[in-house]
């Protein structure tokens, strides 16, 4: 069986044209993932920019009323009578 696979010399000139086409498309590569690194970055300012305008009324709110106006302090006693304590034992 003959074997056809074609294992051409591509010389000096080959070698200098795939470093150049590689070099090119690793620059593209960088580049556009910088674009879009950065079209992320922008897109993730607005929605953050459109969410504090979008509250901004709420906030006033809150800062001006606290919430649930009147504030009790107290303490609470548990208190056992005796059937209760029958009834655990």
């Known amino acids: ?26 620059i593209a590569g960088v580049m556009f993932s910088m674009l879009m690194l950065a079209v992320i970055a922008v897109a993730g300012l607005a929605a953050w920019g459109f969410f504090w305008w979008k509250t901004r009324k709420l906030r006033g709110a809150m800062r001006d009323q606290p919430p649930g106006g ?20």
């Open 1 to 26: 069986m003959k074997n056809y696979r074609h294992t051409a010399n591509s010389g000096p000139f080959g070698k200098l044209l795939a470093l150049l086409v590689s070099v090119i498309v690793l």
């Open 70 to 89: 009147l504030v009790i302090d107290g303490e609470a006693v548990v208190v056992e009578d005796g059937e209760s304590r029958q009834e655990k034992t």
